[in-house]
Every structure is written in C-alpha cells, then in structure tokens.
C-alpha cells in the first residue's frame, strides 16, 4: 500500500520561504518519480514540478521556475520542495505524487498525498 503524506504547509509572507516534504511508504521508492502539484481555491490543480527515480532530472512549471527547488532523498524515501521569494499567487493545496515509472512524465502519477495548505500573505 503506497502512502504520501506531506508535512511543511503554513502561512507566510510574501517574499518568504518554506520546504514542504513529502513521506512516502510502500513501494521502492527510487524506481519512481515524484512529482508536486497545487490547486487553489477555484482552480484546476497544475503541475508545479518533478524530480525522476534517480533524481538526476527535474522539471518545473514556468511560474515557478528560478524559486522553487524539488530534490529527493532516496535513503530516506523523502521528496522536498524548497519554495522562495513566495507570493501570493503561490497561495494553494499543495500535492506530491508517485509517478508510475522512474521517468514518468506529466500525466503519468497514479499516487497522491493528501495535501498541505500554504498560504502567502501580501
């Protein structure tokens, strides 16, 4: 049985940092690729950034490029997001994902957490 659990969400300013972190369990957790998302109130939920098996490979959303950070931590079956200069628009559900593969790509997770609010104060 596969379970995510992210911890790390929270109320920030604008301009502020937080690192979400994302537990997984059930599975090995190097042969899959990890993936963040967020849906804000009233939006669909998108694709923020993801990470392959390895961790060798990243990939991020345009309004987040330059800011945000995803790394893993494969001894410890743990995905990061380090969130900088946050703003207001940053304000959502976040998510992590199990891709169904090491290389998975963006419509490819199957496993989902059940989220962490972060909010950015203006």
């Known amino acids: 049985q596969v379970q995510l659990v992210e911890t790390g969400g929270g109320l920030v300013q604008t301009g502020g940092s937080l690192r979400l972190s994302c537990s997984a369990s059930?599975?090995?957790?190097?042969?899959?690729?990890m993936g963040w998302f967020r849906q804000a109130p009233g939006k669909e939920r998108e694709f923020v950034a993801r990470?392959?098996?390895?961790?060798?490979?990243?990939r991020y959303a345009e309004p987040v490029k330059g800011r945000f950070t995803i790394s893993r931590d494969n001894a410890k079956n743990t995905v990061y997001l380090q969130m900088d200069s946050l703003r207001p628009e940053d304000t959502a559900v976040y998510y992590c994902?199990?891709?169904?593969?090491?290389?998975?790509?963006?419509?490819?997770?199957?496993?989902w957490g059940q989220g962490t609010q972060v909010t950015v104060s203006s």
């Open positions: 994902a199990r891709g169904r593969t090491a290389l998975a790509g963006l419509n490819e997770y199957n496993y």
């Open positions: 059930g599975g090995s957790f190097g042969n899959y690729a």
């Open positions: 990470i392959s098996g390895s961790g060798a490979m990243s």
